[in-house]
């Protein structure tokens, strides 16, 4: 029996690292490596645990694409550090940790994808949306990646680390129903609706003023999608309440662009680095040790290795 495709948000997973490994974590030449290593030590422990026979490390090739931008200008907006360069705001400790972290994987034989124009969640998306042999777990510490859960053709889960891997939830449509009062058949689809109505401050998503997260949940479960509610809202159903009508109606050029904004793109041209299976060992063990040397990486290149090993 073969393991599942394990696809990584890699940039959620290696901000996470750098934040919660020490910045006195430095190779010889003072560059910081917390990030490195502490994204090394996560892949360790995702082959050590999940067994995935299939892994890929998904990457932001544009971390704020045009579409979105052009649909809301506010998206992500305030994580802008140049406006015409269109950077993130990223630590100064982080940025040069991110091609010692691609070396690595190259050297290990572990494989990257990306798609111009497109984020690692919507390569995420493609990924898992085209995928029809082996189910499917998503390691992220981003709850927007809950709406890519399923139960067919292909089982799709999340395994959310967003409070740490000692506290990772599994969630699969049945748990992510649960968690958020959301019908089961549709708990991916429902999600990224509620999440529009919801709105999400650190992505500069307005939401609709005054539907928080359980209102918006019970509206979409009501309704069985967010077209649905928004006809009924037009047609004065005594259903929706007059409240949440008025409020849906002053939202309507929002809601009109959140789709595009919110769902992730199922269709991205992907572009990966080499083969997506767990390799029997790095594919260039000599240049793996020359990294963890040069970098200072120690035990957390030992323990990629041991998991590659096996």
């Known amino acids: 029996m073969t393991g599942p495709l394990a696809l990584l948000d890699s940039a959620s997973l290696y901000f996470r690292a750098y934040y919660a490994l020490p910045d006195s974590l430095v190779a010889s030449d003072g560059t910081s490596v917390n990030a490195v290593r502490g994204f090394a030590d996560t892949i360790a422990r995702i082959i050590t645990d999940r067994r995935p026979s299939r892994l890929v490390c998904c990457m932001d090739a544009d971390w704020r694409p045009a579409f979105r931008?052009?649909?809301?200008?506010?998206?992500?907006?305030?994580?802008?550090?140049?406006?015409?360069?269109?950077?993130?705001?990223?630590?100064?400790?982080l940025t040069p940790q991110v091609p010692i972290i691609l070396d690595l994987l190259d050297a290990a034989g572990i494989a990257t994808a990306e798609a111009a124009g497109y984020?690692?969640?919507?390569?995420?998306?493609?990924?898992?949306?085209?995928?029809?042999?082996?189910?499917?777990e998503v390691i992220s510490g981003d709850r927007d990646l809950f709406q890519v859960v399923r139960e067919e053709p292909t089982k799709i889960t999340v395994v959310y680390v967003g409070r740490g891997w000692a506290k990772a939830e599994v969630?699969?449509?049945k748990e992510l129903a649960a968690k958020y009062a959301l019908p089961e058949a549709v708990a991916g689809v429902a999600y990224a609706e509620m999440a529009m109505l919801r709105g999400d401050p650190s992505d500069g998503l307005p939401g609709v003023a005054g539907i928080g997260e359980k209102t918006a949940a019970k509206l979409i479960s009501d309704f069985g999608?967010?077209?649905?509610l928004l006809a009924a809202a037009a047609a004065g159903d005594a259903r929706v309440?007059?409240?949440?009508r008025t409020k849906l109606a002053e939202a309507?050029?929002?809601?009109?662009?959140?789709?595009?904004?919110?769902?992730?793109?199922?269709?991205?041209?992907?572009?990966?680095?080499?083969?997506?299976?767990?390799?029997d060992g790095p594919a260039d063990r000599k240049r793996v040790l020359e990294l963890k040397e040069r970098w200072n990486l120690g035990a957390s290149v030992d323990r990629l290795l041991a998991a590659l090993d096996g």
């Not at 999608?225 to 649905?228: E, F, M, P, Q, Y």
């Not at 309440?241 to 949440?244: E, I, K, Q, T, W």
């Open 69 to 93: 931008v052009n649909a809301l200008p506010s998206y992500k907006a305030h994580r802008v550090a140049d406006v015409e360069a269109n950077e993130e705001e990223v630590p100064d400790t």
């Open 119 to 136: 984020e690692a969640d919507d390569v995420i998306g493609t990924l898992a949306a085209r995928e029809a042999d082996d189910p499917v």
């Open 171 to 173: 969630l699969g449509a």
């Open 225 to 228: 999608s967010l077209d649905a």
């Open 241 to 244: 309440p007059l409240r949440a």
């Open 252 to 279: 309507a050029d929002y809601l009109e662009v959140a789709p595009l904004v919110v769902r992730v793109a199922t269709d991205a041209d992907v572009v990966m680095s080499g083969a997506d299976k767990v390799p």
